[in-house]
């Protein structure tokens, strides 16, 4: 009898538990200031614990959620968050002005000297020496100069060391450059990446100060960290246009075919915080914007390519689109899923690097682009263009 007690208790215990958890989920899912593009079961638990959190912030005007969404720092990435009154440096991450750039040449491989595997490899080659990956340095030219608004000197310092050394640099991680080519045999360039160490320096210490909370939009420190984030910004801009301009000399085109180049490519950061209107403040974390025919880039991975879309201007959505096709596992757990052996297989007939070293951005480590584009088709953009990849330069280190 007492085996029996304890039995039915603990079934009890479990079914009030369950019901509970059911409880939230319906909660959360029916809460009038969340706005999901895929199911709130297939998001991982722990990026759904961190939209429970941002959901219970009093300043908090409405959250939308992109299908690439997976666990980030505080608010998961490929989370879009509007804010009241408030900024916050934790939302936007950091790699403040992450990005993306892409121009279509309008010419075919042959018509550049790429139609050969050997000539791609030249390039490769080439591109390795000329645009800096990894944790490696850049191209050594005058950076711009930093001042903080907050006044520290000492951010000053450690900002434009790092600066005066990255600048024109891929970077780590996932940040990547492309040639893809489409279906009418068109090459395309694509570039991602951020502001490197001097983004991530100042990201680091608008956290610390906001000491983990949100900044008073109209507070000195507010205005401080929305003056040093634009900085970033166009920092990580301008480190985006110099590895493309040094690209661009490589295939040997002219200052004035260069130039005309970066007047028509398409750029677009998912990483930053925009004042609007009435002290509102719309945070996106891993999110592209979206506005009403806004051209954004879309990538898979580096085996499926990027995707060129226009946006339909969804303001249920914030005017937001997924930035990738998004993580499904840690670097770690990618690095050790599969061999080089695999890789190998997997980017056959792409001219990148297929080591140990880059296991970590393998294509088994994202989603499934196509069910995240489709989540998104018709209701956040449209896509207009795919680039499958022909060569691929990796940030990884």
Known sequence: MIRYLRTRRR????????????????????????????????????AQNQIRRVLSVPELECLAIMPDVHPGYDLCIGGVALLRGCI????????????????????TAKDIGLSRPKDREKLFARLQKAVPSGLGEGNGAIPMDFRSSSGETALNDKVNKTAARQLGSLGSGNHFLEFGENSQSEVGITIHSGSRRAGYDIADWYIRAAKGSFINLN???????????????DFALENRR??????????????????AYLHVMTNETHNHAIVQD??????????????????????ANQRDGVWVTKGLGNKDFLCSASHGAG?????????????????????????????????DEAPWAYKKIDSVLAAQEGILIEVLDH??????LKGSS
């Open 11 to 46: 079934q009890i215990i479990g079914q009030h538990t369950l019901c509970l958890q059911r409880r939230k989920t319906t909660d959360v899912m029916n809460h009038p200031k969340l706005r999901l593009t895929i199911p709130w079961e297939s998001i991982e638990l722990e």
């Open 387 to 392: 680039f499958t990849p022909i060569i691929v």
């Open 88 to 107: 916050s440096p934790s939302f936007v991450g950091y790699d403040i002005g992450c990005g993306m750039c892409h121009i279509n040449l309008n010419q």
């Open 278 to 299: 009435e002290g509102l403040v719309l945070h996106r974390k891993g999110a592209t914007p979206a506005e009403k025919d806004q051209l954004g880039v879309i990538p």
């Open 219 to 233: 507070k000195e420190l507010g205005q401080a960290y929305l003056h040093d984030m634009t900085w970033a910004m």
């Open 327 to 359: 993580r499904v596992m840690t670097r770690g757990a990618a690095a050790k899923k599969g061999s080089v052996e695999q890789m190998q297989k997997l980017m056959k007939g792409i001219v990148c690097r297929t080591d140990k070293g880059v296991l």
């Open 242 to 259: 110099m590895m493309l301009q040094a690209t661009l000399g490589l295939l040997g085109f002219g200052a004035g075919e260069i130039a």
